[in-house]
């Protein structure tokens, strides 16, 4: 089973400059989650989908931060415009439908620096 | 909203010592998830507990869920280099997981 993907692996950019990352989560899985990982700290969920649509967006800085999910499948997160405090790791999971013991399975990460 | 505390932030052992990390839930949890996250890396699905006062094995990893379903721990036993990295707790409620701030464990050989 392929893991979830995503990409690009790092980026750097300047301050107030706009930045998109892409993520395609495990195949049939429904569920998407895009958390935030600060150097240090724990994931911190920005959105989830089910399927194309929000089910949670309250954490998501909705003035600078937007994400979709158009086609149910692949998803992306955009930042514009970027300020300093937005350098940590996004992280793309999905998870498996229905109950039992199934954890998220998450993407390697986006890295973003902004100078 | 729901915060998900763990203790201790930073562990350092010697190898073949055990180590035990602690969560607590400031509200009750449907269930809790443990991820390990090797440094660079992402965090990795564990294990899942759900039952009230349940306790899981995986070889040397212990898992624990308290009777009130608001904590946990995770216990190795005799450590090894391949057990560094952080581990978190992900607990959840109504709401999607919400992540500890993990103990990261160092273990010198």
């Known amino acids: 089973e392929a893991g979830v993907a995503q990409s690009p692996r790092y980026k750097i950019i300047e301050k107030r400059q706009s930045v998109a990352f892409w993520c395609n989560p495990i195949?049939?899985?429904?569920?998407l989650y895009w958390y935030q990982q600060i150097l240090g700290q724990g994931p911190k969920l920005l959105i989830q989908?089910?399927?194309?649509?929000?089910?949670?967006d309250s954490q998501l800085p909705k003035d600078r931060f937007s994400a979709e999910r158009l086609k149910g499948v692949d998803s992306t997160l955009k930042i514009q415009p970027a300020k300093l405090e937005d350098s940590a790791v996004y992280l793309c999971?999905?998870?498996?439908?229905?109950?039992?013991?199934?954890?998220?399975?998450f993407g390697s990460g986006t890295r973003l620096t902004v100078v | 909203g729901q915060q998900v505390m763990q203790i201790p932030q930073y562990q350092h052992v010697q190898e073949g010592e055990d180590f035990t990390t602690y969560c607590n839930s400031s509200?009750?949890?449907?269930?809790i998830q443990w991820y390990k996250q090797r440094p660079g890396g992402h965090p990795v699905f564990l294990i899942q507990l759900v039952k009230s006062g349940e306790v899981k094995k995986q070889k040397r990893l212990t898992f624990q869920f308290g009777e009130a379903k608001k904590n946990s721990s995770l216990h190795i036993t005799a450590t090894q280099t391949t057990d560094v990295g952080t581990y978190f707790c992900a607990g959840a409620g109504n709401t999607p997981l919400v992540f500890g701030k993990g103990t990261r464990l160092s273990v010198i050989a």
């Open positions: 509200t009750t949890l449907s269930n």
């Open positions: 989908f089910q399927n194309n649509g929000v089910v949670d």
């Open positions: 999971a999905s998870r498996a439908p229905g109950q039992g013991n199934y954890g998220y399975t």
């Open positions: 195949s049939g899985h429904a569920t």
